[in-house]
């Protein structure tokens, strides 16, 4: 047994640490949540239907997003009507967790790897956005496709980002990256 735990430390040290660093995070995350009353949307998601309204202003000027009343989404308005609402969900807290596990996971030389999550978080972040406000003109366009965009194009899209990101990360700056490169 002790020769299987040696033959496979890597691996089990990988999980362990992915493991342990999601628990903690959406812990936290879950904590987080756990401060908002039942009805009442949180400061993230907010935020992200706020910056989701300031990219729709750059191409559609009737376009908003505003709080509904008794509910904990946002509601999003293109072209002054109602498509879609922004649920804590959408919000992509949950595949940052996702990517900022596996990255440490992986990890590098510290400075490397809190910088490589601050940016990629950041890229997520800024792509969610974008991806949200392409899927509301793309729903108010083509309403009758509503499920494939929402359920398979945007979430390939978005889970497509983070594979690429973590492609970068342990070809190039992972310490196994360094190990097999030299």
Request: charged share 15%; net charge positive.
């Amino acid at each position: 047994m002790k020769k299987y735990f040696i033959q496979y430390k890597p691996f089990l040290i990988f999980l362990f640490s992915f493991f342990l660093t999601y628990i903690i995070l959406t812990a936290v995350y879950q904590k987080y949540l756990n401060s908002f009353d039942e009805n009442q949307t949180d400061s993230i998601t907010s935020i992200v239907g706020k910056n989701t309204e300031q990219v729709l202003l750059l191409f559609v000027a009737d376009s908003s997003v505003e709080q509904s009343i008794g509910n904990p989404y946002m509601k999003l308005f293109f072209k002054q009507k109602y498509v879609a609402r922004i649920v804590e969900g959408c919000n992509a807290v949950s595949v940052i967790i996702l990517f900022i596990s596996f990255v440490i996971a992986f990890s590098g030389k510290i400075i490397q790897t809190a910088l490589f999550v601050f940016g990629g978080s950041l890229l997520i972040y800024i792509l969610n956005v974008i991806r949200i406000a392409a899927l509301s003109a793309l729903i108010f366009y083509y309403p009758e496709h509503k499920s494939v965009l929402h359920e398979v194009l945007f979430p390939l899209y978005i889970y497509g980002v983070v594979f690429i990101l973590w492609l970068i990360w342990v070809r190039n700056f992972s310490k196994y990256a360094s190990k097999n490169n030299k």
